[in-house]
Nanobody
Framework: HVQLVESGGDSVQAGGSLRLSCAAS????????MGWFRQAPGKEREGVAT???????RYADSVKGRFTISKDNAKNTLYLEMNSLKPEDTAMYYC???????????????????WGQGTQVTVS
């Protein structure tokens, strides 16, 4: 069965950096989109960064220029490099994937069918 396991979350000071990883397993297809989402207490889950099957990336305006999404197909791992972190980046971060046929609107949460359990990022 499909499994997504995030790691790399931590508590850091403002201006610091973190690298999140998401190990994927159990796939028999290549997802159309892979993405990072986050959810802060009392807020809805929002798209942060996504990468498509052909390596097209999309970012939320709030993280453009600070976050970078990438993937290593050989390792079946998705990454999120986060720099210049701000207190407002504090949230639980989730990785997620769509079906094979969904290749557009990758920042739309409703397009995702598989989710990890999340990793906490706290910026103070």
């Amino acid at each position: 069965h499909v499994q997504l396991v995030e790691s790399g979350g931590d508590s850091v000071q403002a201006g610091g950096s973190l690298r999140l990883s998401c190990a994927a397993s159990g796939y028999t297809y290549s997802p159309g989109c892979m993405g990072w989402f986050r959810q802060a207490p009392g807020k809805e889950r929002e798209g942060v960064a996504t990468i498509g099957k052909w390596l097209t990336t999309r970012y939320a305006d709030s993280v453009k220029g600070r976050f970078t999404i990438s993937k290593d197909n050989a390792k079946n791992t998705l990454y999120l490099e986060m720099n210049s972190l701000k207190p407002e980046d504090t949230a639980m971060y989730y990785c997620a994937t769509t079906s094979e046929v969904t290749t557009s609107n990758c920042l739309m949460r409703g397009n995702y069918i598989h989710w990890g359990q999340g990793t906490q990022v706290t910026v103070s």
